[in-house]
């Protein structure tokens, strides 16, 4: 008992940094396209039909825009911090759903009676592991980042971890109330995010594995009943995957990219976090590999800190049968599957994996606490270190832009061609002036909203950046939309055209250009604006202003048209 307070004692500790790491500047960087579309979703005018929450988009299931929606209504907010804070409390409850794991896994006297795990006493040395599994949980950037974004990968994490707690309870207590918690939990998983179903394949692969090893070892073990609690969440989501099926939407995911090296990538970003090497807009375009040559040094240094203690701890497993095959079936079982359908779907990125992260930390940590000799010291502090440069650089960073390189002229005013991060954050000594940040719409919209009368036209494009711009225009200004496509002047004159006249400012906003040259619309929009203002209209235009880049992240950049 004095044991367990003890261990009560720390995770409350653990559970308090974690807390105050995931509600540190929640509201400070504003929101990203993504996140606007949650508000977007969750601020629709009903609940059901066409135009209501429910139905938003099928190309994500619905319970995360319902969740924003009753936050929204409950708290009478959506600010950035309000639309955040589910995320946040989120993230908060993956703490003390962690250190049930990793206990239940690592502590002899908490692992299942069935499934192959050991039970031999080890002297408290598993429950120690389990809060320094806990530790890194709670202070990694990587899991406080999805924690801080209002969309819905700090549940998925939360889901998944519930979802393993309740199948390694149904291993231990062999019990139907398991068995029904497991379905409803992984129905709601489903209906969180569609990649849920990889989570459930492991486990399903896991239960499969013990029923083969049963049979050669002669030792029963009868997979039916958890087979049955996978059916019936598939049931529960059959009415939503016919609806996904009839309007998903295809989208596109960039360029082609070699899947074992973004693989890898990716497995190294959940250790470093988003705040070491970040990859914005303008380093995605030199190439990752370029990125990663540019940074060479931390790159290195971090790989080293990250990929030893995951190998170490991966042989390590080599000595704890019942929880290797766990492990390795939570691990490898999505990431085959995120192979099988790469040809068609180029979907391996950190967002869609979060739920792989728990099981990494718990071989990092494997592998670091149990190394011998001056080993353990020496890769237990180089996690440390990894943990607090990244903590530096994504807490340490500021979000203020300031304005540099050649003047322009936009009527009586100067303005830059360019609002870059600041040269004298402390953070740069990491990041080498590419911080991390979400998209700066704030900043963008109040650029255009300092310079914009009443009767100025705000022209977008692509058109679905209204899910963000939306949200700090408020209807302030009329908008028009580019469409998806390059479509020439021409082509946009009827349409347009008649929406230039009488306007003494247009700006053009622009971010996730589609068209080949990012450029093509600000081309278009200028010859448009020369024989509305100029051909047709007899009037004078000023040389415009060439998009101006808010440069985190992707960037936002707005033109200008000023009439005389």
Request: hydrophobic share 50%; charged share 15%; with cysteine.
């Amino acid at each position: 008992m004095r044991s367990l307070t003890a261990q009560l004692r720390v995770l409350l500790n653990l559970l308090l940094a974690g807390a105050l790491l995931r509600l540190i500047g929640l509201g400070a960087h504003s929101l990203w396209l993504d996140e606007g579309a949650t508000w977007a979703w969750a601020t629709r005018a009903d609940w059901w039909g066409p135009d209501g929450t429910i139905l938003a988009e099928a190309n994500h299931p619905p319970v995360w825009w319902i969740i924003t929606r009753l936050w929204i209504d409950g708290f009478g907010s959506d600010t950035e911090m309000a639309l955040r804070a589910p995320a946040a409390l989120c993230g908060i409850l993956t703490i003390p759903a962690a250190w049930l794991l990793g206990r239940r896994l690592l502590d002899p006297t908490q692992r299942p009676s069935r499934g192959g795990f050991e039970h031999e006493a080890d002297g408290g040395r598993g429950a120690r592991l389990a809060l320094w599994f806990t530790g890194f949980i709670a202070l990694s950037t990587y899991f406080t980042e999805y924690s801080q974004e209002a969309r819905m990968y700090a549940l998925l994490i939360l889901e998944a971890l519930g979802l393993s707690l309740l199948y390694l309870r149904w291993l231990d207590k062999n019990d139907k109330l398991s068995l029904v918690g497991y379905a409803l939990v992984a129905a709601l998983a489903l209906h969180t995010q569609y990649f849920a179903l990889w989570v459930i394949c492991g486990h399903g692969v896991h239960a499969l594995w013990l029923w083969r090893r049963g049979a050669k070892e002669g030792t029963a073990f009868n997979p039916l009943p958890f087979v049955l609690a996978c059916a019936a969440a598939g049931l529960l989501f059959v009415p939503w995957f016919l609806h996904m099926t009839a309007n998903y939407e295809s989208i596109s995911t960039g360029d082609s990219y070699e899947p074992f090296g973004r693989l890898f990538y990716v497995l190294w970003r959940i250790g470093v976090g988003p705040g070491l090497v970040v990859v914005d807009r303008g380093r995605l375009e030199q190439g990752i590999s370029e990125v990663v040559e540019e940074e060479a040094l931390i790159a290195g240094v971090t790989i080293v800190l990250w990929f030893v203690p995951l190998v170490l701890g991966a042989l390590r497993l080599r000595k704890l049968p019942g929880i290797a095959s766990f492990v390795w079936c939570n691990l490898l079982v999505p990431i085959a599957l995120l192979l099988l359908i790469f040809p068609k779907f180029q979907l391996i990125h950190e967002r869609y994996v979060v739920f792989l992260a728990p099981w990494l930390f718990l071989l990092a940590v494997l592998g670091a606490l149990q190394a011998r000799g001056l080993f353990k010291p020496l890769l237990v502090g180089g996690l440390l270190a990894l943990t607090l440069a990244g903590l530096f650089t994504f807490h340490g960073v500021s979000t203020q832009l300031v304005p540099e390189g050649p003047m322009q002229t936009l009527g009586d005013a100067s303005v830059p061609s360019r609002f870059a991060p600041d040269p004298l954050d402390p953070a740069a000594v990491l990041n080498h002036g590419h911080p991390f940040g979400k998209e700066p719409w704030r900043q963008a919209h109040a650029f255009v909203a300092a310079h914009a009368g009443p009767r100025d036209l705000i022209v977008l494009h692509p058109p679905y950046l209204r899910l963000v711009w939306d949200y700090y225009e408020r209807e302030a200004h009329e908008t028009a939309y580019l469409p998806r496509g390059t479509a020439d002047a021409a082509a946009l004159e009827p349409v347009l055209g008649p929406r230039l006249e009488n306007r003494t400012r247009v700006f053009l906003v622009l971010a996730h250009e589609e068209t080949e040259d990012p450029d093509h619309y600000f081309k278009v929009l200028q010859r448009l604006i020369l024989k509305a203002w100029v051909e047709d209209g007899g009037g004078r235009v000023d040389p415009p202003v060439r998009p101006i880049l808010f440069d985190t992240s992707w960037g936002v950049r707005v033109g200008v048209f000023n009439r005389r």
